[in-house]
């Protein structure tokens, strides 16, 4: 049997912040770590070891004593901390960001999903080479005496290498699925995607909704990638995605490995934000900021989300104050277990009725086409209409069985026409 590696987790928070150990634990969890201690310091960071330097000498003793092989810190780490955590701990030192990369790195299938994974890590990489490479430089790191800067160098050359390398297949990779998407979301199938916290249950709910089996593990980022398939509701057909889950404070190096996920939503016509209502009002709410915090920086529009509130065969009671809680973020709501296929009828219902006949569209269009535009256009519903340099921007509403004879038109033109879906906050005319 193989014996998981024992760890440490450390989180260290101004007064104000929250606790998450709890949540880091869980994510140790599912990286595969024992975790044996968890270490909390309120306090300001320090600059040479995050935690004050007596808490670390204190960490230092229990490392030896429980034995721990490693030691995990919520905050992020600069590259000169690791150093020193690491030498003072006598133990490899690693911050969330690249626990949560390691988690992703075990799970990634996609080519793209490696990729992706890989030039975060290589990123992060290079950040703490450059800080060796300074300390070389004064003399600091042991070790590297004579020769030393030049072999740091020469591997902080080749990380370089390897991510414009890395940075160029997944601008292929990404090309080539932007135009899938567009094309897709362009399509007269209108798109409905799930997101939401790690765990909220939107795979158990894809599976409710599709009858397809998808990977349920009950760890924090059990799905990596977003898996799509058709669904009919009350005879309309929709296309429906199950997606990667969000977490609190996502730091910018993931944000850029979520990227595909991200655009993904952006592009589709309803987005149902998955909530595990079976948690305390005080994480009910900390999720709900985390996601709408991601889906904004989207730039998804609140009125094209339904909260889908999960897990309610699991609240005895204080039902009606969490509910509070998420209508103070998002207007509609509906009550689910996905896991027993409760209430499915009802979401049915308000999918069916969100998903638009309509779909708003934004066209760029060099100015030397206008006029040949209008004679397009006769029949369209613009929304706005703006001059920016030499390009028109013009927002319009079209019905959606109008959209490819729209871009046939537009394509015969054949000159500089950008087309960009966008999310609106229209509701639906039956
Ligand atoms: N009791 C109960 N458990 C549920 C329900 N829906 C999901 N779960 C459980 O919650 C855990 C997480 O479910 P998932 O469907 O994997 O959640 P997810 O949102 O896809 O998670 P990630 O892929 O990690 O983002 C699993 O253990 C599920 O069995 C529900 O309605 N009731
Ligand atoms: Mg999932």
Same mark, same amino acid.
């Given at each position: 049997?193989?014996?998981?590696?024992?760890?440490?987790?450390?989180?260290?928070?101004?007064?104000?912040?929250?606790?998450?150990?709890?949540?880091?634990?869980?994510?140790?969890?599912?990286?595969?770590?024992?975790?044996?201690?968890?270490?909390?310091?309120?306090?300001?960071?320090?600059?040479?070891?995050?935690?004050?330097?007596?808490?670390?000498?204190?960490?230092?003793?229990?490392?030896? +004593?429980?034995?721990?092989?490693?030691?995990?810190?919520?905050?992020?780490?600069?590259?000169?901390?690791?150093?020193?955590?690491?030498?003072?701990?006598?133990?490899?030192?690693?911050?969330?960001?690249?626990?949560?990369? +390691?988690? *992703?790195?075990?799970?990634?299938?996609?080519?793209?999903?490696?990729?992706?994974?890989?030039?975060?890590?290589?990123?992060? @990489?290079?950040?703490?080479?450059?800080?060796?490479?300074?300390?070389?430089?004064?003399?600091?790191?042991?070790?590297?005496?004579?020769?030393?800067?030049?072999?740091?160098?020469?591997?902080?050359?080749?990380?370089?290498?390897?991510?414009?390398?890395?940075?160029?297949?997944?601008?292929?990779?990404?090309?080539?699925?932007?135009?899938?998407?567009?094309?897709?979301?362009?399509?007269?199938?209108?798109? /409905?995607?799930?997101?939401?916290?790690?765990?909220?249950?939107?795979?158990?709910?894809?599976?409710?909704?599709?009858?397809?089996?998808?990977?349920?593990?009950?760890?924090? *980022?059990?799905?990596?990638?977003?898996? =799509?398939?058709?669904?009919?509701?009350?005879?309309?057909?929709?296309?429906?995605?199950?997606?990667?889950?969000?977490?609190?404070?996502?730091?910018?190096?993931?944000?850029?490995?979520?990227?595909?996920?991200?655009?993904?939503?952006?592009? =589709?016509?309803?987005?149902?934000?998955?909530?595990?209502?079976?948690?305390?009002?005080?994480?009910?709410?900390?999720?709900?900021?985390? =996601?709408?915090?991601?889906?904004?920086?989207?730039?998804?529009?609140?009125?094209?989300?339904?909260?889908?509130?999960?897990?309610?065969?699991?609240?005895?009671?204080?039902? +009606?104050?969490?509910?509070?809680?998420?209508?103070?973020?998002?207007?509609?709501?509906?009550?689910?277990?996905?896991?027993?296929?409760?209430?499915?009828? #009802?979401?049915?219902?308000?999918?069916?009725?969100?998903?638009?006949?309509?779909?708003?569209?934004?066209?760029? /269009?060099?100015?030397?086409?206008?006029?040949?535009?209008?004679?397009?256009?006769?029949?369209?519903?613009?929304?706005? *209409? @703006?001059? =920016?340099?030499?390009?028109?921007?013009?927002? /319009?509403? #079209?019905?959606?069985?109008?959209?490819?004879?729209? *871009?046939? @038109?537009?394509?015969?033109?054949?000159?500089?026409?950008?087309?960009?879906?966008?999310?609106?906050?229209?509701?639906?005319?039956?």
């Amino acid at each position: 049997m193989k014996v998981s590696t024992k760890v440490a987790i450390v989180q260290r928070r101004l007064r104000r912040e929250r606790n998450l150990l709890f949540e880091l634990k869980e994510l140790a969890k599912a990286a595969g770590y024992d975790v044996v201690l968890e270490l909390e310091q309120v306090r300001k960071p320090d600059s040479r070891y995050q935690i004050g330097y007596g808490k670390a000498k204190e960490l230092a003793e229990l490392v030896k +004593e429980k034995d721990i092989e490693k030691v995990i810190f919520f905050n992020e780490l600069k590259p000169v901390q690791i150093h020193n955590l690491s030498k003072l701990l006598g133990v490899d030192v690693i911050d969330r960001i690249t626990l949560i990369l +390691e988690i *992703f790195a075990r799970r990634a299938g996609s080519k793209e999903a490696k990729l992706q994974i890989e030039l975060a890590m290589l990123k992060k @990489q290079l950040s703490y080479l450059k800080e060796q490479l300074h300390l070389a430089k004064l003399g600091e790191l042991p070790g590297y005496l004579g020769g030393g800067e030049y072999i740091i160098d020469s591997y902080r050359e080749h990380v370089a290498r390897r991510i414009t390398k890395i940075k160029r297949e997944l601008e292929k990779i990404r090309a080539r699925k932007n135009i899938y998407w567009r094309r897709r979301s362009l399509a007269e199938v209108p798109t /409905i995607v799930l997101t939401g916290y790690t765990g909220a249950g939107k795979t158990t709910l894809f599976e409710a909704l599709t009858g397809e089996k998808g990977y349920v593990d009950g760890k924090p *980022f059990a799905t990596l990638s977003t898996t =799509s398939r058709r669904i009919t509701i009350k005879g309309k057909t929709l296309i429906v995605s199950d997606t990667i889950g969000f977490i609190d404070s996502l730091p910018p190096i993931l944000v850029e490995a979520f990227y595909t996920t991200l655009a993904e939503i952006a592009y =589709s016509d309803l987005v149902l934000l998955v909530v595990d209502i079976s948690e305390p009002c005080g994480e009910i709410k900390r999720k709900v900021q985390a =996601s709408l915090e991601a889906l904004r920086h989207v730039g998804v529009f609140e009125d094209n989300i339904i909260a889908v509130l999960n897990k309610i065969d699991l609240v005895n009671n204080g039902l +009606e104050e969490k509910i509070e809680i998420v209508k103070e973020y998002v207007d509609e709501f509906v009550l689910v277990s996905a896991k027993e296929r409760n209430g499915l009828e #009802i979401l049915y219902d308000k999918i069916y009725a969100k998903t638009r006949k309509y779909q708003h569209l934004q066209l760029m /269009i060099n100015m030397n086409l206008l006029k040949k535009i209008w004679k397009i256009l006769r029949k369209t519903k613009i929304l706005s *209409f @703006q001059i =920016s340099d030499s390009t028109a921007i013009l927002k /319009i509403e #079209i019905e959606r069985s109008d959209l490819k004879n729209l *871009f046939y @038109q537009l394509r015969e033109l054949d000159g500089d026409i950008k087309i960009k879906p966008i999310n609106t906050s229209v509701k639906v005319r039956a």
